[in-house]
T-cell receptor, first 112, second 117 residues
Framework: KNQVEQSPQSLIILEGKNCTLQ??????????LRWYKQDTGRGPVSLTI?????NTKSNGRYTATLDADTKQSSLHITASQLSDSASYIC???????????FGTGTRLTIIP | GAVVSQHPSWVICKSGTSVKIECRSL??????MFWYRQFPKQSLMLMAT?????????EQGVEKDKFLINHASLTLSTLTVTSAHPEDSSFYIC?????????????FGPGTRLLVL
């Protein structure tokens, strides 16, 4: 069983709408949780990084939340744009060896 | 943010040949770089950790004689896929670890698409 589960697997929304992506993890102990955006055929690009003591972190239209007690995180995208179409990957970093555990990603498609 | 480049961005080769992929950190020194492989619609899978001046550490199930890693300098790591076969066709992504105070961040390269015919 993957230690980082993401939902939904894929999502299609209209341009301009908001959406929220979910990430549940079992990695423990963890150092930090990261959200990445990966365009097709490209490497991941960091959106947010949160330590266990942080509840929320924003980067423009992207807002990530973290509940370390329930081991859940979400990524909220506001006023979606066509360029937001990509895979969004939740990554949890082990405390100590800083090893990254990747979620399976959510494929987001924005339609005009 | 920090910049990591990969070369080539894509390569097509015949079965049995060797392919070398370069990963460079352009504006910072990276004592540690990582190599990942990603199959379609799947997560990135760590293949090995590359440390400057020492041997790479391979993940379980990754053949070190097939995937040769050389971290020759603080800004360059190379992955050589030896005697490539069609099942090696994949998207290979490197990342470089940058230390910023007490925090470290991995910056990913743009990836290299390998197709073995």
């Amino acid at each position: 069983k993957n230690q980082v589960e993401q939902s939904p697997q894929s999502l299609i929304i209209l341009e301009g709408k908001n959406c929220t992506l979910q990430c549940n993890y079992t990695v423990s102990p963890f150092s930090n949780l990261r959200w990445y955006k990966q365009d097709t055929g490209r490497g991941p690009v960091s959106l947010t990084i949160m330590t266990f003591s942080e509840n929320t972190k924003s980067n423009g239209r992207y807002t990530a939340t973290l509940d370390a007690d329930t081991k859940q995180s979400s990524l909220h995208i506001t006023a979606s744009q066509l360029s937001d179409s990509a895979s969004y990957i939740c990554v949890v970093v082990y405390f100590g060896n800083e090893k990254l555990t990747f979620g399976t990603g959510t494929r987001l498609t924005i339609i005009p | 943010g920090a910049v990591v480049s990969q070369h080539p961005s894509w390569v097509i080769c015949k079965s049995g040949t060797s392919v070398k992929i370069e990963c460079r950190s352009l504006d910072f020194q990276a004592t540690t770089m990582f190599w990942y492989r990603q199959f379609p619609k799947q997560s990135l899978m760590l293949m090995a950790t590359s440390n400057e001046g020492s041997k790479a550490t391979y993940e379980q199930g990754v053949e070190k004689d097939k995937f040769l890693i050389n971290h020759a300098s603080l800004t360059l790591s190379t992955l050589t896929v030896t005697s490539a076969h069609p099942e090696d066709s994949s998207f290979y992504i490197c990342s470089a670890r940058k230390l910023q105070g007490l925090r470290e961040t991995q910056y990913f390269g743009p990836g290299t698409r390998l197709l073995v015919l």
